[in-house]
Structure formats: structure tokens, C-alpha cells
């Protein structure tokens, strides 16, 4: 059993359509993180959830922390082919040290 | 200021032999963490060093080995390569012991063949 549940698994759009993905998770977190990887390279982080039902804004990105704490979602808005990319939740034992990773959402926007 | 840097970028390596890959941390930052992913398995952690010391161990077999040293680097060892060791190998460093965000670097493809 996945600690961290991500949906979809893939997902493919055309540019400047919106969308969801999802982390889920019947465990409590006391924070949570998202980050895109490209292929062939290291995941980046995008944003930090910490508090149950904060929300993010980064551009065109908008993170939600559930209230409970268990989950997740990030949306997208007017998809681009720079948001191409494969989308990863991950959370920590405390510390950032030892992160445990979502099954991760494959995310590929065409023209 | 810099990021985090693995070294090399690609390897290839024959199966029974060993292989050794190098982590350098964002200036500051004291705990590298290191990674292995594969398409069936996705990202799994390996282990974690603080201060040179190991604080953290995933669950792969004794043939994954690493250390720290004083100025934070980091080396991963994996000794009697296997075919499904093939992967990306992922380091990450964050401040310490009240950090919440790691940071990675691009890794190491390795592929035994």
C-alpha cells in the first residue's frame, strides 16, 4: 500500500486547458511539498503546504492543503508546454531528510 | 548561490562491478539525502547523512553504502552491481535537523548492462 496515492497517473491536455492532480494519503502530515521533474533531471521543488486548508498561489499554479492535512491538490490554469513534466507530493518524517514520494502524475501538454 | 551537483552524469558499468557517485550540497546545508529511481519503483530513499553521520536508512541491501565528510560531500557506493540497479540516483541536501525542504541535484544515470 502507497503511503501517498497520486491521480491521475497520466494525463494528457492541449495548451491552455485547466487541470487537477491529486495527492491522497489516509495518513496526517505536518507539512507537505510538491515538485516537477523533467526527464533526466532532479525534481524541483515548487511550494511548501503546512497549515490543513492553506492555500498557494505560484503563477499559474495553485496549490491546497487539505484540511485534514491528508492530502493534497495542486491546479494548473491555462496549461503550457514549459508545465510538461512529471508531477511528484512527497512528505517528510519531521525533517526534509528522509521524504517518502507520491506515485506521481505524468503531465504532458500539446499545442 | 550554487545547487546541489552530482558527479557524473551518466555512467555505465558492467554487472558484478562496483561504482561510486559523488554528491557536493548547497553551500550551508549539512544533510544529504540520497535517492534511487526507477520507472517500476518511482522514488525511493536510500539514505540519509548528517554531520558525516548515517541517520536514516532505507530498506536496499547492504551492497548501498555511502559517507559524509567534513565539508558536507557526499559519496554513494554500490558494490556488486546488478542489472536492477540500473536507475537514476538522486541527491538532495537540506539545512539539517528542523529543515522541511530538500533540494536535489540533476543525478546520476547509472546503467549496468
Known amino acids: 500500500t502507497q503511503l501517498l496515492e497520486q491521480s491521475p497517473q497520466f494525463l494528457s491536455i492541449q495548451e491552455g486547458e485547466n487541470l487537477t492532480v491529486y495527492c491522497n494519503s489516509s495518513s496526517v502530515f505536518s507539512s507537505l511539498q510538491w515538485y516537477r521533474q523533467e526527464p533526466g533531471e532532479g525534481p524541483v521543488l515548487l511550494v511548501t503546504v503546512v497549515t490543513g486548508g492553506e492555500v498557494k498561489k505560484l503563477k499559474r499554479l495553485t496549490f491546497q492543503f487539505g484540511d485534514a492535512r491528508k492530502d493534497s491538490s495542486l491546479h494548473i490554469t491555462a496549461a503550457q508546454t514549459g508545465d510538461t513534466g512529471l508531477y511528484l507530493c512527497a512528505v517528510g518524517t519531521g525533517t526534509a531528510s528522509k521524504l517518502t514520494f507520491g506515485t506521481g502524475t505524468r503531465l504532458q501538454v500539446m499545442l | 548561490k550554487a545547487g546541489v551537483t552530482q558527479t557524473p552524469r551518466y555512467l555505465i558499468k558492467t554487472r558484478g562491478q562496483q561504482v561510486t557517485l559523488s554528491c557536493s550540497p548547497i553551500s550551508g546545508h549539512r544533510s544529504v539525502s540520497w535517492y534511487q529511481q526507477t520507472p517500476g519503483q518511482g522514488l525511493q530513499f536510500l539514505f540519509e547523512y548528517f554531520s558525516e553521520t548515517q541517520r536514516n536508512k532505507g530498506n536496499f541491501p547492504g551492497r548501498f553504502s555511502g559517507r559524509q565528510f567534513s565539508n558536507s560531500r557526499s559519496e554513494m557506493n554500490v558494490s556488486t552491481l546488478e542489472l536492477g540497479d540500473s536507475a537514476l540516483y538522486l541527491c538532495?541536501?537540506?539545512?539539517?535537523?528542523?529543515?522541511?525542504?530538500?533540494?536535489f541535484g540533476q543525478g546520476t544515470r547509472l546503467t549496468v548492462v
Open positions: 538532495a541536501s537540506s539545512l539539517g535537523l528542523v529543515s522541511i525542504e530538500a533540494f
